[in-house]
């Protein structure tokens, strides 16, 4: 079983590419982003951590974790947010770790995350991987038309992925180990993961 990294910024498509994954090859796919979001409701202990260090509730009035409030902390503080970051990551990974034992038996799992390769907790992190990318303005309207955001809003978030829009704009970084760009029709898509499936797939040969 190898671990496939699949990344990509706002409105790229790579959650598109990870349901081919998994419906068509059968591959698990972990939503990390999401999945930290279970993680501050169901471990107590880290909320509670997350909130000691922030200084300040992150809950609702009845006791229930806020996403809002707690994104408010954070979007324009980075040491808050490495703050919060050292707390959930480890438990993040743990979270993982499980996924993989109960997936062992698969050539491969996916591990979908929009700022994996942001974060220096986890340089060196799988064994292969995939950026999903599509042109800024590609990108921009794809994420207006899901999240139903004000453009201006949806611009703000994406202006702040630094790294993937400097990949979108042809840079380099070694640690990618294939590139599927995202700007066609589902099948085009379709295809350019089932060549990539096959190169990896010559790779190990």
């Known amino acids: 079983m190898r ?4 990344t990509g910024g706002i409105g790229s498509g790579k959650s598109f590419v990870c349901r081919i994954l998994n419906e068509r090859y059968g591959y698990p796919v972990y939503e990390a982003d999401a999945k930290v979001k279970e993680l501050y409701v169901s471990k107590p202990a880290l909320l509670d951590a997350i909130e000691a260090a922030l200084g300040m509730s992150v809950r609702e009035a009845d006791g229930k974790f806020s996403p809002r409030m707690l994104a408010a902390a954070i979007f324009s503080d980075r040491g808050a947010l490495e703050n919060v970051e050292t707390l959930v990551f480890p438990a993040l ?21 929009a700022t994996v390769l942001e974060k220096r907790q986890f340089d060196g992190f799988g064994d292969v991987t ?10 921009l309207e794809r994420a207006v038309a899901r999240d139903g955001m004000p453009r201006e809003k949806v611009l703000e978030r994406m202006t702040n992925q630094r790294l993937m829009n400097e990949l979108s704009e042809g840079g380099k970084d070694s640690r990618i180990d294939y590139v599927i760009v995202n700007d066609g029709m589902a099948a085009e898509v379709g295809k350019k993961v089932a060549e990539m499936l096959e190169k990896l797939s010559k790779q190990k040969c």
């Open 93 to 113: 990974k743990e979270d993982f770790a499980a996924f993989l034992v109960l997936h062992s038996d698969k050539e491969y799992v996916v591990f979908e995350s």
């Open 3 to 6: 671990v496939m990294v699949v």
């Open 130 to 139: 995939v950026l999903v990318d599509a042109p800024f303005e590609v990108r």
